[in-house]
C-alpha cells in the first residue's frame, strides 16, 4: 500500500527468517483483502445477481459519497487527529445548497459555492481549534458536528427537502449523469476516483504527505525537523471541509433533495472504511489505496447483505462484527512481533 | 514492624555486593554498605554515578542482578515497591509523586489502606485525623483537607515525609529534597529530618548541595561510575576531598590526555556565528548570554535541572522566549519556530532521541531527509521527494556514520539506541547547518560509539561549523571542548577556557553555586 516510506509491499525475504509458511503471518498481514475476497465469492455464491454489472455500478454510486468523507478522513487520521463533524458538515452543507435552489432561486453554481464557503469555513475553524488553540480534536469536533446538525435542522425544520422538479438537470447530472459511455459509470464514480488518485499523490507522493505521516508518528520530533506541525493539522480540517461539500454536492444530486439524518451511520462508515484501509496496510497506516478498499468492502457487504433480504439493522451488525475481525487480525500480527 | 528493639547504632539495613546491568551500562557494580539505625547519611555522586538505580534496588523498584538486601540482619526479598513499603523504607522521590486533585489526607494514606466503615465505605474523619496526626509530628501547618496541588514544593515534600511515618518507616529516602525550597523551608526540613533521627529513624539524605550534608549528615556515601569510592564521616571530610571523591582522578587524567593529544586549546580566532544576548524563558533559563564562533566546539555543563536543555531549546525556538536575542551569522531569529532557526542556520540535536530526536515508524531513510527534503525533490519545482536521491544520500550517510541497519528502508524502531541516535545525527549533518547542538548527544552510547561523535564534533568545527555540546560526562567536554560554560538553576555561573578546562574545575564551579 502506500506507506511513505516504501510504497511497495513486503519485499519477499526481505532480512526476515523464512521459516515456511506462517498463517498467522499471513492472516494478520492480509486479513483484510483475504475477508474482502471471501464476501466477494460468498455472495456471488448465494446469489448470481451479486456480480451483474448494473448492480454494482448503482452500488460504487451509493459509495461515492462515502469514499469522499473518508479520504478527508484518512488525511487527518494520519496525522493522529479525529473529525466527528464530517457528516454534521456534510448534511448542513447539503441542505443548504438545496435549500438556496429550490427556496431562493439561487443558480446552482452559486449555491454550490455558498456550501464550499461554509465547509471550508466550518472545517478551517475545527483546524483553528484543534490546532492553534490547542483543543482536542475528539471532542472539539463533536461540538461542531453537533452545531452544524442542529443548523442543518433549523434551516429546513427538520424535513426532507425534495427537488426533484426545482433542481436543474445540470445539477442532477452530478449525481446520476455518466459523462463517458465507456464503463457507463455515474458522475460522482469518476468524481471520487479522481479525488482518490488527488489524495494519494498529496499523501504518498509529495513533500506535505511526508510530513503528514511524521506528525502522525510525532509531531515533537516533526516540529523540531522543522515541519509546520500547526498549520499541517489545520489544512487536514480544511481538507475534510472540501471533501465534505463534494460528499454533500453528489448524494444530493443523485437523490434530488437534502436528506433529513444526522448522517451517524455515514460517519461510522467512513471510519470503518479508514480503519479497514490502515489494517489492511503492511505497517498499519491510514492510506488513500487502503481507505478505498475499505469503502468498496463495505458496499459489498452491504449490497450481499441487501440482496439476501437482511434488514438495514442486519447489516450494521455484519459491518461491526467485520471491523472488530479486521483489528483483531492486525492486533495478532502486532502483538506477535 | 513496631516495637522491635533496636540498640544504637545497630546495623539496619544492609546492601551486600549489589550489581545492576543496563544495556550497555553497568549502573551499580558490587556496592556494599551499611545503614545503621537513627543515623542522617548523605548520599552524592555526580548524574549517573549509580544513586538512583541504587535507591529503586532498595525501593523494590528495580531487581539487582547480583547481591541482596539485610535488614536488621535477616535476608529481605523486595520484589516489588510495595514489599519496601511493608518492610519499613520509605522514600520521597526528587519528582513528586502524589496526587495533586486529591486532598492532603488521602494522600497521606494513599496505598496504605484507608480507614474504613462497615466495611466498604471510607472513614472520611479517621482518615483526616490520622493524617493530621503525622503532620502534627512534622509540625506542619498544612490543613489536610487541601488538595495536594494547591501546596508549595515545600509542603508537598512534609505530605510525603508524613507519609513515611504513618507507614511507620524505620529508614527515609530523601532524594533531593532541597530543589526549589526556600533558605527557611530547608531549615524546617533539617529540622524535621533531626527530630526523625532522634526517634531512632535512619535517613539517607541525596543531595547535590554539599553545604546540606556538611551541615545535617553524620556520614557521607559517594558513588562515581557506579561504584562506592567512598564511605566516611563527614567530620573527616573537607570540601575540597569530598569534590575529589565525587570527580575522580583516572577518568579526568584520560580525557586531559586526549585533550593534549588532540591539541584542543584556546578558541579558534574567527567570526562569531551565534551570539545570545540575555535570553531567559519560562522553562528556568534566566538571562544567558554567550557567543560561538566559526570552528569552535563550545560545551555546557551543569548538573541535572541546570537549565541546558532549557537554554538550548530556547535558543533554538522549540520553547517560547520572554526575552532576549538571538543572532545566527548576524541573521536575528524570533523563536516562532524551529523552522525560523533552521533557515537561519542553527539545528538542535536534542536530548530525547526517541520522543524529540527521531518518527520511530519511519524508516532510516526518510528519517535521514526529513529535515532536508526539498533537496530530494523529483523536479526543483515539484514538493515530491525522489526515493532515489532520498537513498543515496541516505547511503552515505550510513556508510559515514557506520549506522548498524540491514538497509536503508529499516524501520528506525528496530535499531538499537546507539543507532538511533546516529541517524538523528545523520539527519542534522544531511540538513547542512551552520551551529549544531548536540544535546547529551552521548547517552546510551558505548565507548567506541562515543569517540565516532567526538570525532564528528571535531570534523564539523574542522569544516568551519559551530559546535555546542552539552553533557553531563563532564570528562567528555574535557576531551573535546575548546571552552565550556557551567550553568546552576537557569544561569551561566561559570566559564573555563583552554587549559582551564579540566574535570575538577568544572565540578568545583557546579558545586559551589548553592
Known sequence: ?337 | MTGATQDAHASLLEVVGATKHYPGVLAVDDVSLSIEAGQIVGLVGKNGAGKSTLIKIIAGAEQADEGHLRLNGERLELHRPHDATVAGLAFVHQDLQDVGDLSVAENVMLGLGYPRRMGVLVDWAELRRQAADALARLEADIDPREPVGDLSAAQQRLVMIARGLVQKARLLVLDEPSASLTDEEIEHLFAVVRRLRDDGISVVYVSHRLEEIFELTERVIVMRNGRLVADEPTESLDRASLIFHIAGREHAQTAVQRRTSRGIGDRPDTETVLEVGGVSAETGVRDCSFDVRKGEILGLGGLMGSGRTELVRAVFGADRRQEGTVRVNGTPIFGRDPAESMAAGLALLPEERKTQGNIMDFSVRNNITLASLDRHRIGRRVPAPSGRSEKRAADARIGRLSIATPDDRQLVRLLSGGNQQKVVIAKWLEQGADVLIFDEPTIGVDVDGKEGIYDIMEELAAEGKAVVFISSEFSELVGVCHRVLVLSEGRIVGELEAEAVTEPAIVEICYSQH
Not at chain 1, 456550501?115 to 463533536?142: D, H, Q
Not at chain 1, 488518485?197 to 504518498?204: A, D, E, G, V
Open chain 1, 1 to 337: 500500500m502506500s506507506e511513505p516510506a516504501s510504497p511497495s509491499l513486503s519485499r519477499p525475504g526481505s532480512g526476515r527468517r523464512s521459516k515456511g509458511f506462517d498463517l498467522l503471518k499471513f492472516v494478520s498481514r492480509y486479513g483484510v483483502v483475504i475477508t474482502l475476497l471471501a464476501s466477494i465469492l460468498i455472495f456471488s455464491i448465494l446469489n448470481d445477481r451479486f456480480l451483474e454489472a448494473d448492480g454494482i455500478r448503482t452500488s460504487l454510486n451509493l459509495g461515492s459519497p462515502l469514499l469522499m468523507l473518508a479520504l478527508g478522513l484518512t488525511a487527518v487520521l494520519a496525522m493522529g487527529d479525529f473529525d466527528l463533524s464530517v457528516t454534521g458538515l456534510q448534511s448542513a452543507a447539503g441542505a443548504m445548497v438545496v435549500i438556496l435552489i429550490v427556496n431562493h432561486d439561487w443558480t446552482w453554481w452559486l449555491a454550490v459555492l455558498a456550501g464550499l464557503l461554509l465547509c471550508v469555513f466550518a472545517g478551517s475553524l475545527n483546524g483553528a481549534l484543534v490546532s492553534y488553540a490547542g483543543m482536542p480534536s475528539f471532542i472539539t469536533t463533536l461540538a461542531t458536528g453537533l452545531i452544524l446538525i442542529g443548523v442543518r435542522y433549523e434551516i429546513a425544520d427538520g424535513r426532507n427537502i425534495t427537488g426533484s422538479r426545482d433542481l436543474p438537470d445540470i445539477y442532477r447530472d452530478f449525481g446520476v449523469g455518466k459523462p463517458e459511455p465507456w464503463l457507463e459509470l455515474n458522475t460522482p464514480v469518476w468524481i471520487a476516483a479522481g479525488l482518490a488518485i488527488l489524495m494519494w499523490l498529496l499523501m504518498s507522493k509529495t513533500e506535505m504527505g511526508r510530513y503528514m505521516y511524521a506528525i502522525g508518528g510525532n509531531p515533537e520530533a516533526a516540529r523540531l525537523s522543522g515541519i509546520n506541525v500547526r498549520a499541517l493539522r489545520a489544512a487536514g480540517f480544511t481538507l475534510v471541509g472540501f471533501m465534505a461539500l463534494f460528499a454533500a454536492f453528489t448524494s444530493t444530486a443523485r437523490s434530488a433533495s437534502a436528506v433529513a439524518d444526522s448522517g451517524f451511520s455515514t460517519l461510522l462508515g467512513a471510519y470503518a472504511a479508514a480503519f479497514l484501509g490502515a489494517a489492511a496496510s503492511k505497517r498499519t497506516l491510514f492510506n488513500v489505496p487502503g481507505t478505498v478498499l475499505g469503502v468498496i468492502f463495505l458496499q459489498a457487504v452491504d449490497r450481499g447483505l441487501i440482496l439476501e433480504g437482511y434488514s438495514t439493522g442486519v447489516r450494521d451488525i455484519a459491518k461491526g462484527c467485520i471491523l472488530l475481525l479486521a483489528m483483531a487480525f492486525t492486533r495478532l500480527g502486532a502483538s506477535r512481533q
